[in-house]
């Protein structure tokens, strides 16, 4: 009716709806639009396993992502990261060997703007190798990561490693006579980590030959 009203397509308000709020110049918040600018997003650290090597020293490979923030420092055990604290050196592909890594996102020309300290330790796994020496078994274990403050501990009676009756590992030994199953777990415990519970099922001299042949009725 009025000609001086500008003409535009119907969809043309929505368009810019749709570009603002994609460039976050605009957020909804419920039925309304809020118009920026808005404060910064907090720096955060996100964690991501790439592979865990169970040969040699047993490390996991890990990837380092900064979110809102240049760069991610990191420290070892107990101690919290600082600006002070060491940068990641590889975040696409960081090895991990220790027990416990504290890692924090920061900004060095913002002091203020740092992420919440994110822990990550490792998954302990235990490993074992059962070797005849003729008239008795020798047990040999290994627990991954090779990292100093691991301690293993095994029993010879099929009770809980975890159990006060428990034996600590100190290297390859040889298995009791009569000895049916050794179990065995890894401990960290200042970091309050331990591994799964192995059970080794020990062969008995005379009882190797047993066996199931399912082709005979």
Known sequence: VNTTWPLHRPSALDELKA?????????EEGNHVRRGPFPPPEPDVVIRV??????GDGCTYLKIEPLHAPSVVYETGAAEPTHSSSPVPTPSRFEATGLRYRFRALDPSETARTSVVRDWSPQIRLRYQLHSRGDYYELELKALPRANGLQIRYTTDGSSPGSAGHAVYDGPFRVPAGCRVVCAMAVASAYDLNSETIRVPIPQKGEEV???DPQIP
Do not use: F, G
């Open 50 to 55: 790439l592979s865990v090597d169970d040969e």
């Open 210 to 212: 047993r066996a199931i």
């Open 19 to 27: 570009e603002c709020l994609r460039r976050d110049l605009w957020r």
